[in-house]
């Protein structure tokens, strides 16, 4: 009899086993990027809480990830009202740090920055810049670039974050990745003069990085306030525009997956009507 459960366990795990490692699901999701709020600015805040409106009027929403220059300057104020507008998303939100959302001698350090994220969520589910979740068989990592200590406008990805993307990309080399950071790897049409002061430092290891592993889908960033999407080896690089510049716009995401394919990606520049 004891034979027989054990056999029956067996059997069940097995199954639980093939269904986990089933294809993927559809997946919709929305990108948000260099919102640039600021208290002092009321204009700024009737973007972002009217993207949350929209956004919130879409159908199947999965989630949204703020892609950085969530906040025009890195001051706790700032930050508390972008998180009261954005916890009105009926989703959960992930966010990723630009630029502008940190420096450590001004009191809003990256520790303290996810501290009051989850000040208003306590489900928030990080704690440091660098993480990941899943989702419909999906793996998404945020990836930080951004610098505490001296800010500027140069993405710096450390040797610690490139190891830790290593590790996660081994670990999950059998699944669909999609990488969130505000830094491109993969600079966008028509940027070239900004590449003096917006370029990322060192870009060069992180795209030998991700040229070794092949489980990559996507790579979605911001920073550079343009609309941009092309492919290279394989990778998706999609870059957004500003939320509050204009057209004021967010993107929507659409993964299709189909049996025997790879999965599809398909992406929407959404604008909305700025309301009182």
């Given at each position: 009899?004891?034979k027989?459960?054990?056999?029956?366990?067996?059997?069940?795990?097995?199954?639980?086993?093939?269904n986990?490692?089933?294809?993927?699901?559809?997946?919709?999701f929305?990108?948000i990027?260099?919102?640039?709020?600021?208290v002092g600015?009321?204009?700024?805040?009737?973007?972002?809480?009217?993207?949350?409106?929209?956004?919130?009027?879409?159908?199947?929403?999965?989630?949204?990830?703020?892609?950085?220059?969530?906040i025009?300057?890195?001051?706790e104020e700032?930050?508390?009202?972008?998180?009261?507008?954005?916890?009105?998303?009926?989703v959960?939100?992930?966010?990723?740090?630009?630029?502008?959302?940190?420096?450590?001698?001004?009191?809003?350090s990256?520790?303290?920055?996810?501290?009051?994220?989850?000040?208003?969520?306590?489900?928030?589910?990080?704690r440091?810049?660098?993480?990941?979740?899943?989702?419909?068989?999906?793996?998404f990592?945020?990836?930080?670039?951004?610098?505490?200590?001296?800010?500027?406008?140069?993405?710096?990805?450390?040797?610690?974050?490139?190891a830790?993307?290593?590790?996660?990309?081994?670990?999950?080399?059998?699944?669909?990745?999609?990488?969130?950071?505000?830094?491109?790897?993969?600079?966008?049409?028509?940027?070239?003069?900004?590449?003096?002061?917006?370029?990322?430092?060192?870009?060069?290891?992180?795209q030998?990085?991700?040229?070794?592993?092949?489980?990559?889908?996507?790579?979605?960033?911001?920073?550079?306030?343009?609309?941009?999407?092309n492919?290279?080896?394989?990778?998706?690089?999609?870059?957004?525009?500003?939320?509050?510049?204009?057209?004021?716009?967010?993107?929507?995401?659409?993964?299709?997956?189909?049996?025997?394919?790879?999965?599809?990606?398909?992406?929407?520049?959404?604008?909305?009507?700025?309301?009182?």
């Amino acid at each position: 009899m004891k034979k027989f459960i054990l056999f029956i366990i067996c059997v069940l795990s097995f199954f639980i086993f093939v269904n986990s490692a089933a294809m993927a699901e559809n997946i919709r999701f929305v990108q948000i990027s260099d919102s640039h709020l600021t208290v002092g600015s009321e204009y700024s805040k009737k973007v972002l809480k009217s993207a949350v409106d929209d956004i919130n009027k879409q159908d199947d929403i999965s989630f949204v990830v703020f892609t950085g220059d969530n906040i025009n300057n890195p001051k706790e104020e700032n930050l508390r009202t972008f998180v009261s507008i954005a916890s009105k998303l009926h989703v959960p939100y992930y966010v990723a740090l630009g630029n502008h959302d940190v420096y450590k001698s001004n009191g809003l350090s990256k520790i303290r920055y996810y501290e009051i994220l989850r000040e208003r969520n306590i489900l928030y589910p990080q704690r440091k810049p660098n993480y990941k979740f899943k989702k419909n068989g999906f793996v998404f990592l945020i990836v930080d670039g951004a610098k505490e200590v001296i800010p500027g406008a140069v993405g710096y990805y450390r040797e610690d974050t490139l190891a830790w993307l290593e590790k996660e990309l081994t670990k999950y080399a059998k699944n669909d990745v999609i990488i969130f950071q505000h830094f491109p790897i993969e600079y966008p049409e028509g940027v070239e003069t900004r590449l003096r002061t917006h370029k990322t430092y060192k870009v060069e290891e992180y795209q030998t990085l991700l040229s070794k592993h092949h489980n990559v889908l996507a790579v979605i960033s911001g920073h550079f306030h343009v609309n941009s999407e092309n492919m290279k080896d394989g990778v998706y690089h999609i870059s957004s525009p500003s939320l509050i510049g204009l057209p004021n716009s967010y993107k929507i995401i659409d993964i299709v997956t189909t049996k025997e394919f790879s999965p599809i990606i398909y992406t929407q520049l959404r604008e909305f009507e700025v309301k009182d």
